[in-house]
């Protein structure tokens, strides 16, 4: 199932890092400062005290073509 978190705030990355983690094809758009920093870092998250990257993908346009089963 392939889902967009449409916003990369703190609601937003919270699903999408339990998304990723459940398996789902997840997708986050961001912009700006927020973009670049998953670009170069990832989005990272804390479980049991540790630090962990979750296995997402980061958008920063959403083209018409896109498909996406469900959009948050």
Same mark, same amino acid.
């Given at each position: 199932?392939?889902? $967009?978190?449409? &916003?990369?705030?703190?609601? &937003?990355?919270?699903? #999408?890092? $339990?998304?990723? +983690?459940? &398996? @789902?094809?997840?997708?986050? @758009? #961001? %912009?700006?400062?927020? $973009? +670049? !920093?998953?670009?170069?870092? &990832?989005?990272? @998250? !804390? =479980?049991?005290? %540790?630090?962990?990257?979750?296995?997402?993908?980061?958008? +920063? =346009?959403? +083209?018409?073509?896109?498909?996406y089963d469900f959009v948050f």
């Amino acid at each position: 199932m392939k889902l $967009l978190i449409y &916003g990369a705030g703190v609601i &937003g990355c919270l699903y #999408a890092a $339990l998304f990723g +983690e459940a &398996g @789902y094809d997840t997708y986050v @758009y #961001a %912009r700006g400062k927020r $973009l +670049e !920093s998953l670009k170069k870092h &990832g989005l990272l @998250y !804390s =479980k049991n005290k %540790r630090v962990r990257k979750a296995n997402i993908k980061i958008v +920063e =346009k959403v +083209e018409a073509e896109d498909i996406y089963d469900f959009v948050f």
